[in-house]
């Protein structure tokens, strides 16, 4: 039979739509050619020409989806897609590690603010019992103690010089404490031992006294006996 001379193309794995129907087309035709179909004129009538001896098989040629042939407009490389899901994987890792990070930041800052509110709260409440232990009698707190005063001794001396010795009561280095003395003119020894006092050396005791007590002193005493 002709038919086994016919020559056959090899058509790769994938095609499209168009190409199964004109492979459906080359099929019928050579059914036709073989005497195994029969087919009604109406049925034949405009569906597909007769098979001409001298017409030559339609050879087809079907690209893959991103192949190299293709332009690079029909699809994506298998190896640039897998690279780019890694990449997209690893994106997705580091989002999720750096809010996992973020919601650990955010407990920290909570509990600091907390802790920085406490010594807020502390600092306000020592100002506050400072203040009222300062003031006198405010908020049950008791008043500031003043100081008491360093203790002096004032001693009215006779008219009369001389070099004390320590353990004299003339002598400042006798004392443990503030020692002002005060001399008073015209009181002698030997006025003392009478124990008679003229108008003006009176006053000019009486004056003695009173600077010493300007001074301060807690006591006022004499460096001679025979004052008492």
Known sequence: AAWRNFPLQRVPMMYNANDLNMMEAELMQMKMAMGNTQMMPSQSRGLLPP?????????????????ASSGGGGGIDPSHHREMMTAHKEMLMAMTETQKNHSQLLVQHR???????DLLKAHRELIEKFASMSMAGGGG??????????????????????????????????Y????????????????????????????????????????GVCAIAGDCGFMM
């Open 51 to 67: 098979l001409q001896s001298t017409q030559q098989p339609q050879v087809v040629h079907v690209h893959q989806a991103g192949s």
């Open 111 to 117: 509990s600091l603010e907390k802790q920085h509110g």
């Open 141 to 174: 707190g008791a008043p500031a103690k003043k100081k008491a005063k360093a203790p002096a001794l004032g001693v009215v001396r006779l008219d009369y010089n001389y070099p004390p010795a320590p353990g004299d009561a003339d002598s400042p280095a006798s």
């Open 176 to 215: 443990g404490y503030d020692v002002y003395y005060r001399a008073t003119p015209g009181l002698t020894f030997e006025a003392a031992q009478e124990g008679k006092f003229g108008e003006e050396t009176e006053r000019r005791f009486a004056e003695s006294i009173k600077h010493l007590e300007a001074r």
